[in-house]
């Protein structure tokens, strides 16, 4: 189930509503956010109810760093993306 959109803004400041609202999946796919970059990592997490949160690092193979093809690891990562069940 998707957490809807007002349940997750009902406890923000508006300029943090505007920061959630940037990365807003549309409704047809599965995550809640998705692009969001990886030096908002800490304030997402901070934000964000850990409850059910499932969260997938994107990004793409470097030259130091080949990703495996279905992940990126974290420290390589270029954005991420969140999942609720």
Known sequence: MKIDKFTIFACYKPEEQDLLNKYVSPDVESSSFKGVPMKLY?????????????IRFRGSSKTFYRRPRDFVHKQYA????????
């Open 42 to 54: 800490g304030q997402f997490m901070k934000m964000l109810p850990k409850k059910s949160r499932r």
């Open 78 to 85: 270029d954005t991420f993306a969140v999942y609720y069940d």
